[in-house]
Structures are given as structure tokens and as C-alpha cells.
Nanobody, 118 residues
Framework: EVQFVESGGGLVQAGGSLRLSCAASGFTFDDNAAGWFRQAPGKEREGISCMSPGDGRTYYADSVKGRFTISSDNAKNTLYLQMNSLKPEDTAVYYC???????????WGQGTQVTVSS
């Protein structure tokens, strides 16, 4: 069974930084593409960053490009998202999952809440 546990969220002022972590079981980041998704209140979940195994190619949504950095520690089987220059519009619950998760993907974790105050 695949499980993801996200952590590292919190309340931060605009312009601040946070680093999110995602620990996985039943899934290895060095063999599978994975990434970060977020869901803001009243909005659909969106993919914001993905990373491919092996070559480490990355993808960022335009809304976070230049501010967020995805990385992984394969020895710890943990995925990270470094978030800098945070904006109030980054407020959301953040999740990690395979990239792409697939239309019927239902193994979303609890997520971690990020709140950015203005």
C-alpha cells in the first residue's frame, strides 16, 4: 500500500520561506516520478512541481517557478519542496503524489497546511 506523509507546513508572513517534506512507504522516489500538489479553499487541486527519477528533470507551474524548488533524498526516501518568497495566494493544503497521479488516484495523504499572511 502506498502512503505519503507530508509535513513542514505552517503560518508564515508574505516573503517568508518554508520547506515541506514528504515521506513515502510502498513507493520509492528514486524509481518513480513524484511531485507536489496543492488545493486552496474553494479551488481544485493543482500540480505545482514534479521531478523525474534518474535524470532529475523538474517541472514547475508558472505560479511557483523561480520561487519553489523540488528535491529528494533517496537515502531517506523523502521528497522536499523549498518554498521561498511566499505569497498569500500560496495558501493551500500541500500534498505529494506520483506524477502524474492518474485520474483514479486515491492514495492522497493528509497533506500539510501552508498559510501565508499578508
Amino acid at each position: 500500500e502506498v502512503q505519503f506523509v507530508e509535513s513542514g507546513g505552517g503560518l508564515v508572513q508574505a516573503g517568508g520561506s518554508l520547506r515541506l517534506s514528504c515521506a513515502a512507504s510502498g513507493f520509492t522516489f528514486d524509481d518513480n516520478a513524484a511531485g507536489w500538489f496543492r488545493q486552496a479553499p474553494g479551488k481544485e487541486r493543482e500540480g505545482i512541481s514534479c521531478m523525474s527519477p534518474g535524470d532529475g528533470r523538474t517541472y514547475y507551474a508558472d505560479s511557483v517557478k523561480g520561487r519553489f524548488t523540488i528535491s529528494s533524498d533517496n537515502a531517506k526516501n523523502t521528497l522536499y519542496l523549498q518554498m521561498n518568497s511566499l505569497k498569500p495566494e500560496d495558501t493551500a493544503v500541500y500534498y505529494c503524489a506520483p506524477c502524474p497521479p492518474g485520474a483514479n488516484y486515491d492514495s492522497w495523504g493528509q497533506g500539510t497546511q501552508v498559510t501565508v499572511s499578508s
